[in-house]
């Protein structure tokens, strides 16, 4: 497993409670669900880095409407 790092983020207090319960809706943690909203954005901005140890290598991504 890859490491994390950990970092303060400062969020509305609305918006967190939107997130832990799409969280909770989702069956995953805050934290888990921050990560997948945040890897779902870096994939369709092709910003996703492809592989462990690659930086500046982002994957296709196919837009669906």
Aim: hydrophobic fraction near 30%; avoid cysteine; charge should be positive.
């Amino acid at each position: 497993m890859a490491e994390k790092k950990s970092f303060v983020l400062r969020l509305r207090p609305e918006v967190l409670k939107a997130v832990e319960k799409w969280a909770t809706d989702e069956f995953r943690s805050t934290n888990g669900q921050l990560e997948f909203i945040i890897s779902e954005a870096l994939k369709k901005a092709r910003r996703y880095p492809r592989g462990d140890n690659a930086q500046n290598e982002y994957p296709t991504y196919e837009h669906t409407k």
